[in-house]
């Protein structure tokens, strides 16, 4: 074939079934794909990509062991190689694109449902490389960031009222969007709205709403996505973000929590919600949703050391609350923290973190001798490695001596690093987690600010507003007695409202609970403290 | 016991072993077009026998896509995912799918649609509907089908012609079909309009609603199958 347009093209098929890779090897080669490489796994896969380009990459979304299909475009779009913006087809034998691609973040160039024929193959493949030419020179200006370019590559080939003019449209919004030409790109919109309501284009308007600073019509236009399309996940994702901004964290995890539910194999929504959760203190969401994202992190790019700890820590502060509910958690944090070393590498800070972590579980656990054994080990490795232990470990080693009642040496190392980081305020503000009072600047103004606002709910007897601002403000300052005593304060007049709810005697003897543990006598709110012990004593045997 | 088979959720359980036999047959289907290509047919009685393979391989799969579709539909609140679309690409595809089959059993296929003709609609479940007609017209035409598309006052139309018997009449008497057309006892559960009905409800643009029609007026003297997108 002397003019074969395709005979110079690369392609690389990934299939776990032998039988597979022939045949579909056989398929390209008659279409006229001059070089066809093949592979069975999805580490050979990302090895080939790191040496060679590709044209396009025909792919399985399911390869038994490793990373899935998805997983690999997650990589490759995500990290510096040699076929970041190559042709992604995804294959699978699932019939249904939406109930797969629902539980993602990227959309491949194609998807391909087996079986598949020579004619179906061809016909896509042929497709995607016109397009491809078509729309050369408008990728070539997005990456190489030339984005008023590429609106206006962009609006010619839409002005021309092609094949190609739904594709550029979608491209034109966004790149508009990145230049802050956000009446254009609502012009844009409105224009296809007018036609059609398509969810991509109401996306599109609410994220121009949002980013004109109207973030109620923002709000109305992506429940109206919801309703319209309830799998269009960004438009979640969009929502939660808004929410988070105006401080509704409780509205928050509910639009998380609702992702999650669409696509619970979403490692990234996995990690919001266990982060919200924690914020909120609900503290079961939170632990069951790291849970996931841990489990999640094992083939993917967004798995991080982060989430990790944060399951240990939603156990620890679980176990707390309810020593059975927390039993399982307990149990796998236990094995987590131990892995942490041998998934992130082991240096001597992934190790010391671990054994720091590992303590803490086993305290709660009731383990308390081998708590102060993992506890040792870690000193021990402190002791030696100077160099290697920074404020984080050392914000985790005053946490694990304080769950083992080890107050004077922890609050004499607090106090060290108050003295070290004097004047970083950047530090100091990682500090405060571990103090009363902060001290950092921003973290101050941060606290008298929430203070005041939950005052002034608590004032206006809004006293369910008052507890989750100062529930959320806790969990970033777990320590601080003023914030403790004001929840408990607010959660007396919620109950005052709500005689029948008996979970909030709970909630407020576990608080005081704890808060007797860290106060000290000569506090100055130790009054107010012993005040509303003597309150809470007397609801509750009027209660019984 | 007793509780605990109650409490098993049969349609679940069906829709689960469904997508295993999908799967399966995929693979079958995979290597008998090996074997067809590795050992083409000596005479005509082999041809044929590959062809009767081939076909009722590609309408089981076709019935399994479509019965996985309906339970989805009804499960997981599945909706219609509607974007614009080339409508020559998703009628070419079906076509291509179909290529191997329509070739055995010796049917010239004719397509007719305009190259620039757009049109607003779910690809995956439209091209599924489409598949699963052509699959059947396969089978009931003589020589001939007609696929072809084009812009109509009631929306987008989709028509499947035949040069074959036509619709019986209690099909095109039929006003709906929905599930209680569907008897399992007199043999025809019409699973295929079934679910193409289904996916015309689901796509709405305004007041308008999708609807299918049957009828025996097919420019190629047998049945004629039309999809109507808003």
Known sequence: MPDNPYAKLQALIVDDFESFRITLSK???????????????????????????????????????GKTGQQILEVLRHTPNLNSDSLFVLVSAESNKSIIMAAYDYEPDAYLTKPITGQTLGQRLERLFKQRLALAPIYKALKENQLQLAA??????????????????KILGRVLLQLGQFEKAENLYRNILDVRQLDWAMLGMAQTKKLQGDSL????????????????????????????????????????????????????????????????????????????????????????????????????????????????FLRDALKVVADIPNRFGKTNTSKISSYLLESQVLVVSGEERRAAESLSSAQKMMGSNESDVDLTLNIELVRALRELGNKEESEKI???????????????????????????????????????????????????????????????????????????????????QEPGKDQLLINMQQIMEYTRKIIPDRHVQYRRFRQLEELLRGLTSAKK | MNQEIQDIDFSFVLASSVHDMKNSLGMLLNTLSEVMTQYPPQDDIHAKSYAVLEYEAARINSELIQLLSLYRLEHDKVRAHIDECMVIDILSEQVARNYGLLQTRAVELVLECDETLMGYFDSDLVGGVINNILVNCARYSKHKLKLSAAQTAEGLC?????????????????????????????????????????????????????????SNDSSLGGGCFRLFLP
């Open chain 1, 27 to 65: 398929m390209l080669q008659e279409f006229g794909i001059g070089a066809v490489d093949s592979v069975s796994s999805s580490s050979d896969a990302l090895r080939h990509c790191n040496a060679k380009v590709y044209d396009i990459i025909l792919c399985d979304q399911n390869l038994g062991k």
């Open chain 1, 152 to 169: 206006d590559l962009c609006e010619a080939e839409i002005q021309s009222a092609n094949r190609y003019s739904g594709p550029c449209q």
């Open chain 1, 217 to 328: 019509s923002a709000q109305q236009w992506l429940e109206d996505i919801i309703q319209f399309n309830p799998l269009c996940l960004k438009a979640y994702d969009l929502l939660a973000e808004i929410l988070a901004e105006r401080a509704d964290y409780h509205g928050q995890q509910k639009v998380v929590q609702q992702a999650v539910d669409i696509s619970p194999l979403s490692i990234l929504r996995q990690q919001a919600l266990g982060d919200i959760g924690f914020k909120n203190n609900d503290l079961l969401t939170a632990a069951s949703a790291y849970r996931k994202a841990v489990k999640l992190g094992e083939n993917s790019y967004h798995d991080d050391v982060k989430f990790h700890e944060n399951f240990a820590h939603a156990g620890i502060q679980l176990a707390k609350l309810d020593k059975n509910l927390a039993v399982p």
């Open chain 1, 414 to 496: 607090v106090a060290g690093l108050l003295e070290q980081y004097v004047d970083d305020e950047e530090q100091l503000q990682k500090i405060d987690c571990l103090l009363d009072e902060p001290c950092s600047a921003k973290n101050k103004a941060l606290v008298a600010q929430i203070n005041k606002n939950g005052i002034a709910f608590y004032e206006s007897k809004d006293f369910s507003r008052a507890v989750d601002c100062f529930t959320s403000a806790l969990h970033d300052f777990p320590q601080h007695i003023g914030l403790r005593l004001n929840l408990v304060q607010a959660l007396m007049g919620q109950f005052k």
């Open chain 2, 158 to 214: 989709i028509t499947i012609e035949d040069d074959g018997p036509g619709y019986p009449d209690d099909m095109l008497n039929a006003s709906t079909f929905s599930e209680t057309k569907a008897s399992f006892a007199n043999g025809l559960p019409h699973l295929g309009l079934m679910f193409a009905n289904k996916v015309a409800l689901m796509h709405r643009n305004k007041s308008q609603q999708g609807f299918i029609r049957l």
